[in-house]
């Protein structure tokens, strides 16, 4: 029970997808002006992690490896991501349509999001059994999750606040990115 602790606050916190190893940059820039936005794509991403990882380490473990077949899995692993996109846009389309227009363009962009891709390629490098892997598919995407609502908040509260006009919008964002990114990178060493 340590160890599946430990590989979740390694992927959440210490090794955070965003502030630490910087993937998923596009929506944690893109989507974090507001908070529920914010947490909607956070949530959208964490559960594509988790169910990528629930289908992936089967087809991975029982079809790729047993046929020899090991140097297909990018290609797989982008097939299932992209199918598990398509179907939370169409759910979202047909009972979140609040939530699906606040998305926008980053709902699809989810299908090439590196760091969903990134988690399915570490479960592989790692070795993670599957409850593991399924460990740490949630770690990343609450860390995900968490970066951009930590976000999201600051940003809004600059809204209300007198910013200099040549750092206002993504030049702001990007300063504090890179001090959120300094504060995480205090956790480095940690376990």
Do not use: D, W
């Amino acid at each position: 029970m340590l160890e599946l602790l430990s590989i979740f606050f390694s992927a959440a916190i210490l090794n955070n997808f965003v502030l630490a190893r910087f993937l998923g940059i596009c929506p944690f820039l893109g989507v974090s002006k507001q908070t529920r936005s914010a947490l909607g794509i956070g949530i959208a991403v964490t559960f594509v992690m988790l169910f990528a990882s629930l289908i992936i380490y089967p087809v991975f473990h029982f079809i790729l490896v047993p046929l020899g077949l090991e140097f297909l899995k990018i290609v797989s692993f982008i097939l299932i991501i992209a199918s598990l996109v398509q179907f939370i846009e169409m759910y979202m389309s047909r009972y979140q349509k609040v939530l699906h227009k606040a998305f926008g363009i980053y709902l699809p962009l989810i299908t090439t999001n590196c760091a969903i891709l990134a988690v399915t390629l570490l479960l592989v490098l790692k070795e993670y059994n599957f409850i593991e892997s399924l460990v740490f598919a949630f770690g990343a995407g609450a860390g995900f999750t968490f970066a951009l609502v930590i976000m999201s908040g600051i940003r809004e509260k600059l809204n209300e606040s007198k910013v200099p006009e040549p750092l206002r919008g993504v030049p702001i964002a990007l300063i504090i990115a890179g001090i959120l990114a300094l504060a995480f990178s205090g956790f480095a060493g940690v376990l």
